[in-house]
């Protein structure tokens, strides 16, 4: 009766032991998972946090009317601060300033087309002319650093002068269009002076993620580049990256005048 007695306390006993075990096996695997999916969390929270630092906030500066000397001051600043920027090039001030355009080109920055003439009378009274000045501005582009730029901007913004006709024909040759969403005001009043093109182009009391900052580099725009630094200071406290309109970048069109 003992001898049974013992045996099933030993039996018991052995039971026990495997239950405890097992239990700590669990807790063990319990434990190592915990850790590999708070990393996992923690990888995807800092991943997104990246994003928002590096992607989120872009400022596209463009600088229309040039190749001129204001243009060389305003290559002068970018380059020392080493920010890439987009220029859109009227054709007719090419000759006697093609070592700019050059240099434009060399330093890396986005070339785009912004009509012959720059006359608006005449680029607008016709679609067919505004075609043929694109066209005639990109192969002189062409004939001096030997690329064919398609991004184009209206002078004076699309607003009013580009319709659903006119869209299509030149989405046909393959041309971009973009206006823009903030302004320095320095093409409307080149003589303004640099604290208020610097106050216009940062007027966002909450800007938006993506600017397209509209400023000029032709001859009477030397008040530019005193703003410049200053304007770049602020963007790039707020966290913004300074991007270049290439082919990749999404149009950005006013609204389409509808006939
Ligand atoms: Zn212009």
Redesign the pocket.
Known sequence: MLKKRIIFLILICLIMFFISCNKKESDNKTIKNTPQISNTVQKVKTGKKTDNITFDKVIYLTF??GPSKVTSKILDILKGKNIKATFFI?GKEIPGNEDILKRIYSEGHSIGL?SYS?NYKKIYSKNEIFIEEMIKTQKNIKDVIGISPNIIRF??GSKNNLDAQLLNKLHDLNFKIYDWNLSGED?TNPSASPSTIYKNATKFKNPPKKIILLL?SGKVNKNTIGALPNIIKYYKDKGYTFKVIDKTTPEYIFKIKKK
Do not use: F, K, W, Y
């Open positions: 229309d009317d009227v912004h720059h002078p004076g093409g000029h």
